[in-house]
Nanobody, 124 residues
């Protein structure tokens, strides 16, 4: 049974840092591209960052560049997202996703496994 379990979301003030984690099980973690997406109330789910199987290929959404860092630990089956200088507009539910395709994707459709998400709220 595939499981992606996100954790680390909480309420923080603007300018704070936060690290999200995603624990994966039920599939071969090091054979999947892994990504973070987010969805704010009333908005569509949007891409945040993706890392390839080995971590050599990484892509970020423009809003994440310079502030967010995605990383993976293939020995522990954990995906992380370090977020710095958080802004109120970063408030959203953050989802971990896995894609076993060969090409690193930045849209949601190719990702076959999803977690339930963790809520990040940033106050001004």
């Amino acid at each position: 049974q595939v499981q992606l379990v996100e954790s680390g979301g909480t309420l923080v003030q603007a300018g704070a840092s936060l690290t999200l984690s995603c624990a994966a099980s039920g599939f071969t973690f090091n054979d999947a591209n892994m990504a973070w997406f987010r969805q704010a109330p009333g908005k569509e789910r949007e891409f945040v960052a993706v890392t390839s199987r080995t971590g050599r290929a990484i892509h970020y959404a423009d809003f994440a560049k310079g502030r967010f860092t995605i990383s993976r630990d293939n020995a522990k089956n954990i995906l992380s997202l370090q977020m710095n200088d958080l802004k109120p507009e970063d408030t959203a539910r953050y989802y971990c996703a896995a894609d076993r395709g060969l090409v690193v994707q930045t849209t949601a459709a190719p990702f076959e496994y999803w977690g339930q998400g963790t809520q990040v709220s940033v106050s001004s």
